[in-house]
């Protein structure tokens, strides 16, 4: 039930970003550098620990939990490669308009919404505090895929209305994943390797999607503003998970 509620503050977080994008797009990225952060921190000091610890609980090899971050590290960069649009590279695009790029893109953002919902539910099956850990990493990127879900359906021609109907869509899939794992239990096993393949999925969306981004205005002088609020964002969550 908690992961049910913490899925229903994706649905806001992701309503935020979204309309952020309506309004503030030129400040986006002080907060996409501090997300990165946040997500690095959750990989780093929340799953990761998370996992070994269930995996010596258990006697599993924590290998197969490093190989599955591995495969979900390359997974999602080879489905952002020969499958998705780059938001990064939007610009490229703006003089091609097609609005069914747009919205393939904005589907494809909702997929990860829903991978996301089912993240939280079963990191709540190892434990509270991985359950939280992982809650707190979601609602801070799903707040970059409402951005990401708008911008990418206005930069290709789609109307105002159908940016609302996308990311509307986009906000609801988070919730729906996590109501999915109410009516499934994954054994132990199954759960350390899908815990290594979430943090691979995080450290990618962090490293290659969020810090690209927040930094492609960046000049000199505002660089090492952007890099001490990503650096921020992870001592914050190391700070978290002490208390935790």
Known sequence: MIALV???????STLAGGAFALRYRSRIHLILA?????????????????????????????TYAMVALVVGFLLFH???????????HEEDYASHRHPQVGVLSA??????????GL?????????????????IAVIAHDFCDGLNTVSLMLVHGNTSLRSKLMLLLDAIAPVA?????????????????????????LLYIGASDILPEAHSQATSGTAL????????????????????
């Open 6 to 12: 913490l899925a229903l503050t994706t649905f806001a």
């Open 34 to 62: 501090f997300t990165a952060g946040v997500l690095l921190g959750v990989v780093a000091f929340d799953i990761l620990p998370e996992t070994f610890a269930l995996a010596y609980a258990r006697g599993i090899d924590a």
């Open 78 to 88: 080879a489905l952002e490669k020969f499958v998705l649009i780059h938001h990064g």
């Open 107 to 116: 589907f494809a953002l909702a997929g990860h919404s829903f991978m996301d």
């Open 119 to 135: 993240g939280i539910g079963l990191a709540f099956q190892v434990s509270d505090a991985a359950g939280i850990a992982v809650a």
């Open 177 to 201: 994943g996590a109501a999915a794992t109410l009516l499934i239990e994954v054994p132990p096993g199954a759960l350390v390797v899908y815990l290594g393949f979430f943090a691979g999925f």
């Open 225 to 244: 503003g952007l890099i001490g609020l990503t650096c921020a964002g992870a001592a914050l969550m190391f700070v978290a998970s002490r208390l935790a």
